[in-house]
T-cell receptor, first 115, second 115 residues
Framework: DTEVTQTPKHLVMGMTNKKSLKCEQH?????MYWYKQKAKKPPELMFV???????INESVPSRFSPECPNSSLLNLHLHALQPEDSALYLC??????????????FGPGTRLLVL | AQSVTQLGSHVSVSEGALVLLRCNYSSSVPPYLFWYVQYPNQGLQLLLKYTSAATLVKGINGFEAEFKKSETSFHLTKPSAHMSDAAEYFC?????????????FGQGTELSVKP
């Protein structure tokens, strides 16, 4: 099973709302990633968790707050977002953190619209 | 620093024709290279990857890519296009510095297949 699941599929939120995106994998992977993808652009890395600890933060604004409660679950908490944050948010996982030859397995994404 | 460049943001072929999507890389160390495909409203799926074993890499759905060090290229090919191949294709190189595992994506190539 090489599946990464993400919920919800779609999310519409106002600029004052608080919402969360959820990502789950049961492949025993110990690296998990959040990416942001705008239309017709490649994914941009936001955060990396290695062994449930935040290892990379690509200078993401604090209105995005990641959390890794356990080795299977990754959350992205959203607060006071801006319309330009509307995008497809992708989660990915890989087996061993820090190994450059590892394959990253992507979920289907959450399409976020900020009004 | 490592990078990839995809030549051609849009490629159009007829059904049954050869598919050739171009990717050139820049790396001071032997690279780990990946091709991902993204169908509309979906996440990314790995087609194939090069990790310094065989230079000709076979992937899923009839795709293959050849690593050519002398040309710093990793072009993706498929002998005969199918309508279902229409998608966005991303070439990526894996960072081998202190952010091991971080994927650096090209800008993507949109493949259209005409009947």
């Amino acid at each position: 099973d090489t599946e990464v699941t993400q919920t919800p599929k779609h999310l519409v939120m106002g600029m004052t709302n608080k919402k969360s995106l959820k990502c789950e994998q049961h492949m025993g992977h110990r690296a998990m990633y959040w990416y942001k993808q705008k239309a017709k652009k490649p994914p941009e890395l936001m955060f990396v968790y290695s062994y449930e600890k935040l290892s990379i933060n690509e200078s993401v604004p604090s209105r995005f707050s990641p959390e890794c409660p356990n080795s299977s679950l990754l959350n992205l908490h959203l607060h006071a977002l801006q319309p330009e944050d509307s995008a497809l948010y992708l989660c990915a996982s890989s087996q061993k953190p820090g190994r450059s030859q590892e394959t990253q397995y992507f979920g289907p994404g959450t399409r976020l619209l900020v009004l | 620093a490592q990078s990839v460049t995809q030549l051609g943001s849009h490629v159009s072929v007829s059904e049954g024709a050869l598919v050739l999507l171009r990717c050139n890389y820049s790396s001071s160390v032997p690279p780990y290279l990946f091709w991902y495909v993204q169908y509309p409203n979906q996440g990314l799926q790995l087609l194939l990857k090069y990790t310094s074993a065989a230079t000709l890499v076979k992937g899923i759905n009839g795709f293959e890519a050849e690593f050519k060090k002398s040309e710093t290229s990793f072009h993706l090919t498929k002998p005969s296009a199918h309508m279902s191949d229409a998608a966005e294709y991303f070439c990526a190189v894996s960072d081998q510095g202190n952010q091991g595992g971080k994927l650096i994506f090209g800008q993507g190539t949109e493949l259209s297949v005409k009947p």
